[in-house]
């Protein structure tokens, strides 16, 4: 299994600003991925970080909105930029072991935007 | 586009009874299947994985997956109040990790 911390787990931020999340895995992984929960929503995914290339972002999803950083096999940032009340939401990093086929979740970070 | 479908609920459960979940998907190539369970405020916790077709079970949770139908369901036996939670079914279609989540089916289990 992977351990997977993430921080901060919450924060309230002023809209116009900008939060980076950090997300550290235990071991090294090739993927990892960042998802979105909305409120009331389920988990959307924002985009795939592969250490050493650009982040793969999926359809609504922009770079300059939300950079994403992968300087190396267990660790990647998410940053969400120019915040608006729109963007709280609760923003979790996942990696996947291939061995087990499982897929694991940090604790996520709860983002307030006022 | 890849969809992942769930009845949102909420379904009702009587403590000790059997809860049914279901879970239907679009993209036939999907390889594996994941039941998450999530707690209000927390992040998801996985239960189950299956990814052949058939049964698979674990504890009080049973996992049946129909690639034909593309269907995937959760069993939970003998329910309790801890169980009340919502349920995320997952899919992975490719071997990278990525998932796509169904909208969740909140379980409420009554005492």
């Known amino acids: 299994s992977a351990v997977i911390s993430q921080k901060p787990s919450r924060d309230i931020c002023q809209r116009g600003t900008s939060l980076t999340i950090q997300c550290q895995v235990d071991?090294?992984?090739?993927?990892m991925f960042w998802y979105r929960q909305q409120p009331g929503q389920s988990l959307t995914l924002i985009a795939t970080?592969?250490?050493?290339?650009?982040?793969?972002?999926e359809s609504g999803f922009v770079i300059d909105k939300f950079p994403i950083s992968r300087p190396n096999l267990t660790f990647s940032t998410l940053t969400v930029s120019n915040m608006s009340p729109e963007d709280s939401s609760i923003y979790l990093c996942?990696?996947?072991?291939?061995?087990?086929?499982?897929?694991?979740f940090g604790q996520g970070t709860r983002l307030t935007v006022v | 586009q890849k969809e992942v479908e769930q009845n949102s609920g909420p379904l009702s459960v009587p403590e000790g009874a059997i809860a049914s979940l279901n879970c239907t998907y679009s993209?036939?190539?999907?390889?594996?299947f994941f039941w998450y369970r999530q707690y209000s405020g927390k992040s998801p916790e996985l239960i189950m994985f299956?990814?052949?077709?058939g049964d698979k079970e674990d504890g009080r949770f049973t996992a049946q997956l129909n690639k034909a139908s593309q269907y995937v369901s959760l069993l939970i036996r003998d329910s309790q109040p801890s169980d009340s939670a919502t349920y995320l079914c997952?899919?992975?279609?490719?071997?990278?990790?990525?998932?796509?989540f169904g909208a969740g089916t909140q379980v409420v289990v009554t005492p």
């Open positions: 996942s990696v996947f072991s291939g061995l087990s086929t499982e897929a694991f």
């Open positions: 071991s090294q992984v090739t993927m």
């Open positions: 970080a592969n250490q050493g290339s650009e982040a793969t972002y």
């Open positions: 993209d036939r190539g999907s390889q594996s």
């Open positions: 299956i990814y052949s077709n």
């Open positions: 997952a899919v992975n279609s490719d071997s990278w990790g990525k998932l796509q």
